[in-house]
């Protein structure tokens, strides 16, 4: 069974542009959820889709959206890129319905801004 | 404000021995307790999960303790092997929600 998928691997851009990374879950997963993973920060959950809606929303500003395909697929976008926002993304998928379920991470999109 | 704390940052074993990481939490509302593995370029691995409906939980070498009414639980790895040297995170959620909430991380080292 494949795992979660992430592309591109690596990614550099400059501030001010924007970005998009992708993610493909396990196969039958419904939800994905994203994170975002700085040294100075560690691992913090920026949101969740689950059957092409967003369910939950950590705090992090506008520029910071995402959407779900009907095949569970998910995409992230960073508008307006700052230097800050330079952290390796994350992608998790699980089963999920409304309970806590397993998540598993992908290998991550590193993203760095300059 | 950090939901999860975690302690050591780092931590030196020599292989054979045990290693154990401590996590602390103040929500109640979390009722799901997983620990995770990462190698430097990789993304987490899962590695183990408990629910506070069980004081511990083993796999293999890796044994999970939990204490409900201290919000406390940690990993102990048994027999701890080179291989094994990674940093470990703790995590936790709240019931129906998916969002994560991690440790600062323990970077693990096992001297050969």
């Known amino acids: 069974k494949a795992g979660v998928t992430q592309t591109p691997r690596y990614l550099i851009k400059t501030r001010g542009q924007q970005v998009t990374l992708s993610c493909s879950p396990i196969?039958?997963?419904?939800?994905v959820s994203w994170y975002q993973q700085t040294p100075g920060q560690g691992l913090q959950f920026l949101f969740e889709?689950?059957?092409?809606?967003?369910?939950n929303k950590g705090n992090f500003p506008g520029r910071f959206s995402g959407r779900q395909f009907s095949n569970s697929r998910s995409e992230m976008n960073v508008s307006t890129l700052e230097l800050g926002d330079s952290a390796l993304y994350l992608c998790?998928?699980?089963?999920?319905?409304?309970?806590?379920?397993?998540?598993?991470f992908g290998q991550g999109t590193r993203l760095t801004v300059v | 404000q950090q939901q999860v704390k975690q302690s050591p940052q780092s931590l030196i074993v020599q292989k054979g021995g045990i290693s154990i990481i401590n996590c602390a939490y103040e929500?109640?509302?979390?009722?799901?307790f997983p620990w995770y593995q990462q190698f430097p370029g990789k993304g987490p691995a899962l590695l183990i999960a408990?629910?506070?409906?069980?004081s511990e939980k083993k796999e293999g070498r890796f044994t999970i303790s939990f204490n409900k009414s201290a919000k406390q639980f940690s990993l102990h790895i048994m027999d701890s092997q080179p291989g094994d040297s990674a940093t470990y995170f703790c995590?936790?959620?709240?019931?129906?929600?998916?969002?994560?909430?991690f440790g600062t991380g323990t970077r693990l080292t096992v001297i050969p």
């Open positions: 889709y689950f059957s092409e809606t967003q369910r």
């Open positions: 196969s039958g997963h419904r939800s």
């Open positions: 995590a936790a959620s709240s019931a129906g929600a998916n969002n994560l909430f």
């Open positions: 929500n109640t509302a979390f009722d799901y």
């Open positions: 998790a998928s699980s089963l999920a319905g409304t309970a806590n379920t397993e998540a598993f």
């Open positions: 408990i629910r506070p409906d069980v």
